[in-house]
């Protein structure tokens, strides 16, 4: 199974940047899609983003035009840059094989505050 060490977020403007990391391993990372997920205090955990082992992405509506996953399989590594970032994007970001359940083990994630 997959482990995952999240990294980047912090407290940001509106409107600012964050590029959020992910090293994961216990896979053989260039044949998984892997999906960024995030939950906001009170809300169940979401799909942000997802990228297959191809490097096809896909972006749930509320960030698409703003976030932009990618891979870099030599570092078995997925980012999630996000830009024009809102106070509604606050939340702790999770990466994990695409398609991850509550079933898989998941990361301790990195905290994204947005605030002015």
């Known amino acids: 199974q997959v482990q995952v060490v999240e990294s980047g977020g912090g407290l940001v403007q509106p409107g600012g940047s964050l590029r959020l990391s992910c090293a994961a391993s216990?896979?053989?990372?260039?044949?998984?899609?892997m999906g960024w997920y995030r939950q906001a205090p009170g809300k169940q955990r979401e799909w942000v983003a997802a990228?297959?082992?191809?490097?096809?992405?896909n972006y749930a509506d509320s960030v698409k035009g703003r976030f932009t996953i990618s891979r870099d399989n030599a570092k078995n590594t997925v980012y999630l840059q996000m830009d024009r970032l809102k106070p509604e994007d606050t939340a702790v970001y999770y990466c994990n094989v695409r398609y991850a359940t509550d079933q898989n083990p998941w990361g301790q994630g990195t905290q994204v505050t947005v605030s002015s």
């Open positions: 990228i297959s082992s191809g490097s096809s992405t």
């Open positions: 216990g896979i053989i990372f260039s044949r998984y899609g």
